[in-house]
């Protein structure tokens, strides 16, 4: 019942900043807890961050915690994932996930992905 479609990503120079945005459809979106996932070439995809329905909720991993924020617009049906003081570690697909339960950083407990977008930061 959801769809999601990440949009956003690039190229950035350490140091640099980009936004990336998870524009949803579907009824219910407002109801379900969303996260932003990542995967390097040659590694498992991890968690990033995640945010709950009503968006008073949050929760980072510890590599991004204190540069990365995410938050949501229900009347928009977006979510956002803003990062800060990007490192060249941070490049990655970058997936946003909705989940129908509370959020979790097990990405195979979510109902819905999007198809990625590409993250790369230079040195």
């Known amino acids: 019942q959801v769809q999601l479609e990440e949009s956003g990503g690039g190229l950035v120079q350490a140091g640099g900043s980009l936004r990336l945005s998870c524009a949803a459809s579907?009824?219910?979106?407002?109801?379900?807890?969303m996260a932003w996932f990542r995967q390097a070439p040659g590694k498992e995809r991890e968690f990033v961050a995640a945010?709950?329905?009503?968006?008073?909720?949050?929760y980072y991993a510890d590599s991004v915690k204190g540069r990365f924020t995410i938050y949501r617009d229900n009347a928009k049906i977006t979510v956002y994932l803003q990062m800060n003081s990007l490192k060249p570690e941070d490049t990655a697909v970058y997936y946003c996930?909705?989940?129908?339960?509370?959020?979790?950083?097990?990405?195979?407990?979510?109902?819905?992905w999007g198809q990625g977008t590409q993250v790369t930061v230079s040195s």
């Open positions: 996930a909705a989940t129908r339960r509370d959020y979790v950083v097990d990405p195979n407990e979510y109902d819905y």
């Open positions: 579907g009824r219910t979106f407002s109801t379900y807890d």
């Open positions: 945010i709950n329905w009503s968006g008073g909720s949050r």
